[in-house]
């Protein structure tokens, strides 16, 4: 099927909102979430089978035109499967939305390209493993992507496919003014469930036209340097090419004010009847009170990444309407929390808190809506290391130090600061040959650092069939042909 194109002049966007289901809806959320895992855990039992059987049959000395047939891992190919088998495998499916089962198979497509792709070296990060099996516990969440999906004119409703019109918690009214205007239209609904058993649904819409709004203020300064930090002060420093100090956003530290509560909680968990007998080592069915429990750690962990989520949405939003130029740095905030054990427990509680990989996330989507530029430096420029006078680099930086002191020409200035002024000055304009670096002996600016957006695309809205993408290779011809599936 052919990819999805966003139409010129339009973007990509995602409108959420809390759902307040009645009973009858709950447990029709419930039956679909159970519906989607059902139908991936069946199909992952059926690939491994197959894949167990073709490697026994080749130890035994089965030629291979003579193995089981391979079982394809792409969506169409599992879901054809699937509604083979749904008759006797599930009698009961006809109950939920053929969506649900879609959900399902999607996941487990998705999962098994990933590991395919990162097996032959064509995916980068960190190695994908297998897909696993998934149990009652796993976040409840389902799809539609067919089907009667729209916002009520009471503005208070989402009719959703076989669950009906479902109420939310707030007004609908920014969707639906869009919608009937003409410029916005819906393309999927995802229903998930959070940590404190709310659902949200977050309809993903295309939109016409969406710009810098008339009342957002404008900075006379067009390119800023954004440094992000754990301090309890400095989550943002904002700064301009020429030294100036813009705003210094202080971190919401939502989790850490949440750590007393969270000790209290847990540890009355710990005494309760949960979930795994110590006598015995084996499970069991665990009591209402520690149930009650495990629901009050999950609003208040919902409710510290609430706040949290607020602090990054209104400073990313500011950033991204006043400015014509941010950046950022390219920071690996996963391998930053990956080694070190117990020695260094808070330092990976502070970066997990801080969210620092969200800000970037934020500023790539916001500045494409707002006709900004997004520069993202080199995973390398030592923006913190570098004097902002002289352009000195000094090695011997540790990040216990948060006054910056050149070993050159004796500067002092704010680490945080000179961090974020450094950054600002890789958004200017690169100058001409033989023109002086405003940092020095530093990079020049615009060296080391790569435009990350660009006004005039908004990106992928969906992929084939609005889910699994294909992938495609180039022969010797330079053609792009599909990709076969892996056996």
Same mark, same amino acid.
């Given at each position: 099927?052919?990819?999805?194109?966003?139409?010129?002049?339009?973007?990509?966007?995602?409108?959420?909102?809390?759902?307040?289901?009645?009973?009858?809806?709950?447990?029709?959320?419930?039956?679909?979430?159970?519906?989607?895992?059902?139908?991936?855990?069946?199909?992952?039992?059926?690939?491994?089978?197959?894949?167990?059987?073709?490697?026994?049959?080749?130890?035994?000395?089965?030629?291979?035109?003579?193995?089981?047939?391979?079982?394809?891992?792409?969506?169409?190919?599992?879901?054809?499967?699937?509604?083979?088998?749904?008759?006797?495998?599930?009698?009961?499916?006809?109950?939920?939305?053929?969506?649900?089962?879609?959900?399902?198979?999607?996941?487990?497509?998705?999962?098994?390209?990933?590991?395919?792709?990162?097996?032959?070296?064509?995916?980068?990060?960190?190695?994908?493993?297998?897909?696993?099996?998934?149990?009652?516990?796993?976040?409840?969440?389902?799809?539609?992507? *067919?089907?009667?999906? &729209?916002?009520?004119?009471? /503005?208070?409703?989402? %009719?959703?496919? !076989?669950? @009906?019109?479902?109420?939310? =918690?707030?007004?609908?009214?920014?969707?639906?003014?869009?919608?009937?205007?003409?410029?916005?239209?819906?393309?999927?609904?995802?229903?998930?469930?959070?940590?404190?058993?709310?659902?949200?649904?977050?309809?993903?819409?295309?939109?016409?036209?969406?710009?810098?709004?008339?009342?957002?203020?404008?900075?006379?300064?067009?390119?800023?340097?954004?440094?992000?930090?754990?301090?309890?002060?400095?989550?943002?420093?904002?700064?301009?090419?020429?030294?100036?100090?813009?705003?210094?956003?202080?971190?919401?530290?939502?989790?850490?004010?949440?750590?007393?509560?969270?000790?209290?909680?847990?540890?009355?968990?710990?005494?309760?009847?949960?979930?795994?007998?110590?006598? *015995?080592?084996?499970? &069991?069915?665990?009591?209402? /009170?520690?149930?009650? %429990?495990?629901? !009050?750690? @999950?609003?208040?962990?919902? =409710?510290?990444?609430?706040?949290?989520?607020?602090?990054?949405?209104?400073?990313?939003?500011?950033?991204?309407?006043?400015?014509?130029?941010?950046?950022?740095?390219?920071?690996?905030?996963?391998?930053?929390?990956?080694?070190?054990?117990?020695?260094?427990?808070?330092?990976?509680?502070?970066?997990?808190?801080?969210?620092?990989?969200?800000?970037?996330?934020?500023?790539?989507?916001?500045?494409?809506?707002?006709?900004?530029?997004?520069?993202?430096?080199?995973?390398?420029?030592?923006?913190?290391?570098?004097?902002?006078?002289?352009?000195?680099?000094?090695?011997?930086?540790?990040?216990?130090?948060?006054?910056?002191?050149?070993?050159?020409?004796?500067?002092?200035?704010?680490?945080?600061?000179?961090?974020?002024?450094?950054?600002?000055?890789?958004?200017?304009?690169?100058?001409?040959?033989?023109?002086?670096?405003?940092?020095?002996?530093?990079?020049?600016?615009?060296?080391?650092?790569?435009?990350?957006?660009?006004?005039?695309?908004?990106?992928?809205?969906?992929?084939?069939?609005?889910?699994?993408?294909?992938?495609?290779?180039?022969?010797?011809?330079?053609?792009?042909?599909?990709?076969?599936?892996?056996?």
């Amino acid at each position: 099927m052919a990819r999805f194109e966003i139409p010129a002049g339009w973007t990509a966007q995602a409108y959420r909102f809390a759902l307040d289901p009645t009973p009858t809806q709950l447990r029709g959320l419930v039956s679909h979430a159970g519906a989607a895992r059902f139908a991936h855990n069946h199909m992952l039992a059926l690939v491994k089978a197959v894949a167990d059987q073709r490697a026994a049959e080749r130890s035994y000395g089965v030629p291979e035109a003579e193995l089981t047939p391979v079982l394809g891992w792409s969506l169409p190919a599992l879901r054809k499967v699937w509604n083979q088998r749904k008759h006797t495998a599930a009698p009961w499916w006809a109950e939920n939305s053929k969506e649900a089962y879609n959900t399902g198979l999607d996941g487990l497509a998705r999962g098994l390209d990933a590991w395919s792709s990162s097996r032959q070296g064509r995916r980068a990060g960190q190695a994908v493993g297998f897909p696993r099996f998934k149990s009652a516990r796993t976040p409840k969440a389902v799809r539609f992507t *067919t089907g009667v999906i &729209r916002i009520e004119a009471d /503005r208070r409703h989402i %009719t959703l496919p !076989r669950l @009906g019109a479902v109420r939310t =918690h707030e007004s609908t009214r920014k969707l639906a003014r869009r919608i009937e205007a003409g410029s916005a239209r819906i393309l999927s609904a995802t229903v998930r469930q959070d940590s404190a058993g709310r659902w949200h649904c977050a309809l993903q819409v295309i939109v016409e036209a969406k710009a810098r709004p008339a009342h957002a203020r404008r900075s006379a300064h067009p390119v800023v340097g954004v440094d992000v930090g754990v301090k309890a002060d400095s989550l943002l420093v904002v700064a301009t090419p020429d030294g100036r100090e813009l705003a210094r956003v202080p971190a919401p530290k939502s989790l850490t004010a949440a750590q007393s509560r969270l000790r209290v909680l847990q540890r009355r968990a710990a005494r309760q009847h949960g979930p795994y007998d110590p006598a *015995t080592k084996t499970r &069991r069915t665990p009591s209402k /009170r520690w149930r009650a %429990t495990q629901a !009050r750690i @999950g609003r208040t962990h919902a =409710h510290a990444a609430a706040v949290r989520r607020d602090v990054l949405h209104k400073a990313t939003t500011v950033l991204a309407q006043s400015h014509d130029v941010v950046v950022v740095e390219t920071l690996n905030a996963a391998g930053m929390r990956a080694k070190g054990g117990a020695r260094k427990r808070g330092l990976n509680r502070a970066l997990a808190d801080a969210a620092l990989a969200e800000i970037r996330r934020m500023l790539g989507y916001k500045t494409r809506w707002y006709s900004s530029h997004l520069v993202a430096a080199d995973r390398f420029f030592p923006s913190s290391k570098t004097c902002t006078a002289c352009g000195r680099r000094k090695s011997n930086l540790t990040l216990a130090d948060r006054i910056f002191e050149c070993d050159g020409c004796g500067m002092r200035i704010d680490r945080d600061l000179g961090a974020a002024i450094n950054l600002a000055r890789l958004g200017e304009p690169t100058p001409t040959v033989g023109e002086q670096s405003p940092a020095g002996s530093g990079p020049a600016p615009g060296r080391g650092a790569t435009r990350e957006t660009d006004p005039a695309s908004a990106g992928d809205a969906a992929g084939d069939e609005t889910s699994t993408p294909h992938h495609h290779t180039v022969d010797q011809t330079g053609t792009a042909s599909p990709q076969g599936e892996a056996a």
